[in-house]
């Protein structure tokens, strides 16, 4: 655990996340990634030199039968206030539109979504829980499907809805989220995506796992040439770092 606390820390650092008196609010879907990240800011936020206050924002797709109980209490547990943004989301993009490859524009909608709900409660920045695989996987899937060098950025200005979102989970890798929700027990709410593992997500990520037999240092390659190419906003400065 002390490790992944260092490692958001030390992105938080690198990127300039956190401000002093900021309101940050995890967007806590239930999956694996944004629990571990929601358990790392909550304790960072214990001993973390710069103050700021935290709570959680899940946005419901709509689809039945999912339950959001067991995060409500977990975000209780860590003292920190939970609530839920009910939307048809899952039906409209699999029932009216029929999307054939919705991930995208899910994504971007379910962003959407948490964006208002933020700045309606006035809550200034919105952490999202991206993590290392994202980072790679993500940059890859802007080069094959779309023939284009791109990837979100770790932190994000939303204009529209004046709300930035920050990515502290960045530098941690995705066995690493598992392995903590499965020695502390944490609660996980199962995806109930109809393209749950069936994406062109998981195409690509079947497909560095190959690669990765021959080469296993790729990951960590490709995710330090997007530092230091950089991507818009991907270069690492404060601390006198570069």
């Known amino acids: ?15 300039n996340m956190i401000s002093p008196g900021d309101r940050i ?23 973390y030199p710069v103050p700021f206050e935290l709570s959680a924002l899940t946005v419901s797709m709509g689809f039945p039968g999912t339950d959001f109980t067991p995060l409500t209490e977990y ?10 943004i009910r939307t048809d989301l899952g039906e409209l ?3 009216v539109r029929k999307e054939k490859n919705p991930c995208s524009l899910c994504s971007k909608m ?4 948490l964006c208002s709900a933020a700045a309606e409660l006035g809550i200034g920045k919105i952490a999202l829980g991206h993590n290392f ?11 094959v499907f779309e023939g284009r060098i791109a990837c979100f950025e770790p ?10 979102q920050i990515r502290p989970l960045i530098y941690v890798g995705e066995g690493a989220t598992r392995s903590l929700c499965e020695r502390e027990g944490l609660p996980i709410v199962k995806n109930p995506c109809p393209m749950n593992g069936e994406s062109r997500r998981q ?3 079947e497909l560095i796992k190959t690669l990765s037999v021959t080469y296993p240092d790729l990951k960590s390659r490709i995710f330090g040439a997007i530092q230091r190419y950089p991507l818009n906003n991907w270069g690492v400065t404060p601390h006198g770092r570069s």
């Open 25 to 47: 609010a995890v967007g806590l879907s239930g999956g694996k990634d944004s629990v571990a990240l929601l358990t790392c800011l909550a304790k960072l936020r214990e001993y």
């Open 110 to 113: 379910r962003r959407g979504a």
């Open 133 to 143: 695989d994202d980072v790679v996987e993500t940059f890859v899937m802007s080069l």
């Open 93 to 95: 993009i699999f029932d």
């Open 155 to 164: 932190v994000t200005y939303m204009d529209r809805s004046g709300v930035t």
């Open 75 to 84: 975000c209780r547990s860590l003292g920190v206030e939970h609530r839920i």
């Open 203 to 205: 195409e690509v990520k």
């Open 1 to 15: 655990m002390a490790s992944m606390d260092g490692l958001v820390r030390r992105c938080a650092e690198d990127y």
